[in-house]
């Protein structure tokens, strides 16, 4: 996809939406497991990192399995791509000399559904695959941290990270004295509104999944 003639490509945010392969209820109750589980974790590290020794596919799925009730068998690999179902082609933003904003929109797959995610980077040039991965890794942080933000509560600790996370949440941190600069990595962070935060916001509740006849 090319970048609109009136604007300059460095000003554009690339798009990309990501489709996981689970069912809305499964990823609700996946997500606490997945994330307290140091076997699940470590394999994940181990398969987003290209100069590590390649996790065994073969027990990763056994334990993934194992937290999300289902078959094996029904279990994607590491190398069918894990828990990503789908993405979107690439759509591309950005605001005119107006404030106006505009998205060119890329194809997105035969899914009926929302997607999960999206990417939302500008353009930069990565010095390897490694650090492109690194980079996407913790701006998917840090969308988690304006989420957060967003509910007047601090996020936990392992989201205290500066950099861009959502698009339109550094827009509200660039233009509103009223949040520090979460989205520049070099800003000095005056609070992380621990002060507003309940004791147990980071308690995850999930409802079970309701029973169907056989």
Same mark, same amino acid.
């Given at each position: 996809m090319s970048v609109p003639n009136e604007i300059q490509p460095a000003d554009a945010v690339y798009q990309k939406d990501v489709y996981v392969g689970l069912e809305e209820q499964t990823l609700g109750s996946l997500v606490g497991d997945l994330l307290g589980n140091d076997d699940v974790m470590a394999a994940l590290g181990r398969a987003i990192d290209p100069t590590a020794a390649r996790p065994d596919d073969a027990a990763f799925s056994a334990t993934l399995a194992e937290i999300t009730g289902k078959d094996p068998a029904d279990v994607p690999s590491l190398s069918d791509g894990c828990l990503l179902e789908a993405v979107s082609d690439l759509h591309v933003h950005w605001d005119?000399? !107006?404030?106006?904003?505009?998205? &060119?929109?890329? #194809? &997105?797959?035969?899914? #009926?559904? %929302?997607?999960? !995610?999206?990417? *939302?980077?500008? #353009?930069? %040039?990565? %010095?390897?695959?490694? *650090?492109?991965?690194? &980079?996407? !890794?913790?701006?998917?942080?840090c969308q988690v941290r304006d989420c957060y933000l967003g509910m007047g509560i601090a996020p936990p600790e392992p989201f205290r990270l500066l950099s861009a996370g959502h698009h339109g949440a550094g827009t509200g941190y660039e233009h509103y004295e009223f949040y520090d600069r979460y989205h520049d990595p070099t800003a000095e962070i005056s609070t992380w509104y621990e002060e507003y935060t309940p004791d147990d916001a980071y308690e995850l509740s999930v409802p079970p999944a309701a029973e169907t006849e056989p």
């Open positions: 005119d000399a !107006a404030g106006q904003y505009h998205t &060119q929109w890329g #194809e &997105q797959p035969d899914i #009926e559904r %929302d997607p999960h !995610a999206r990417i *939302e980077i500008f #353009e930069f %040039d990565p %010095d390897s695959i490694v *650090e492109l991965k690194c &980079q996407i !890794a913790r701006h998917l942080l």
